[in-house]
């Protein structure tokens, strides 16, 4: 996991507040990433920092100092970079949604039969190894990202913006640890003891499955709420370069 300076930035802007409040959810951020350890609560908390953050971005790019000195610039990498970050939010919802979808189906079956139903455990347990793929693929995709991001020389605007995608992969990195996590913690390794009689209840997997559901139906609502606003900020930033 990326390792973060807490610090402060200055902006083109000066003491305006709102450069003042990017400074703060940017910190915030940074100190959860450092401190807190992986879990969907916590993750949740990490969303919806993202989401305050870049309102707070947005707003700070809607000002016509701000705008004036990034029209001057050039900024194909910051684009690039938010266009990046918007591919692996709707990756994560995409993912969000096949685990939910396989959960949903295993409640099912467990809820019709009380010995389970093997054909229904066995498609849960393919799928789930098709998500795992995908996660781990990103993951690598993420960390590739991560490496690749430059610490600005430029003007501190720039620099801001930067800053704000290195701290959004740091968050979805940590989401998609989470994810792998959950197939060994409440996932695979009880699905699979379906197989072998009297080593664990349908019952009991029916409440894990539950509680994993409820866990990821939290996770994509802070998921789309990010996603709505990082497609604003990318609105805003391609209105100010075109």
């Known amino acids: 996991m990326a390792s973060f300076h807490v610090r402060s930035i200055s902006l083109p802007t000066g003491s305006h507040p709102l450069a003042a409040s990017v400074d703060e959810q940017l910190s915030r951020l940074r100190i959860s990433q450092e401190t807190s350890t992986s879990s969907s609560s916590?993750?949740?908390h990490k969303l919806d920092g993202l989401r305050k953050l870049y309102e707070c971005v947005d707003d700070l790019l809607q000002l016509p100092?701000?705008?004036q000195h990034l029209s001057n610039e050039s900024l194909d990498d910051v684009l690039n970079g938010s266009i990046q970050i918007l591919d692996i939010c709707d990756i994560s919802r995409d993912v969000l949604s096949q685990m939910k979808e396989c959960q949903q189906e295993l409640e099912s079956s467990l809820r019709r039969k009380s010995?389970?139903?093997?054909e229904a455990v066995c498609a849960?347990?393919?799928?789930?190894?098709?998500?795992s793929k995908i996660v781990s693929k990103s993951l690598r995709n993420l960390k590739r990202s991560e490496t690749k991001i430059a610490k600005s020389d430029q003007d501190s605007t720039i620099k801001i913006l930067k800053d704000s995608e290195e701290i959004t992969f740091a968050v979805f990195e940590s989401l998609f640890s989470l994810i792998s996590q959950s197939k060994t913690n409440n996932g695979w390794s009880s699905v699979s003891k379906l197989f072998k009689p009297k080593r664990v209840s349908c019952e009991s997997l029916l409440r894990q499955s539950e509680d994993l559901n409820s866990n990821i139906q939290e996770l994509e609502q802070n998921l789309e709420c990010l996603y709505r606003r990082l497609v604003k900020t990318r609105v805003t930033l391609l209105n100010i370069f075109n």
């Open 115 to 118: 010995g389970g139903d093997n």
């Open 42 to 44: 916590v993750l949740c």
């Open 124 to 131: 849960y347990m393919t799928s789930r190894k098709k998500i």
């Open 65 to 67: 100092l701000t705008q």
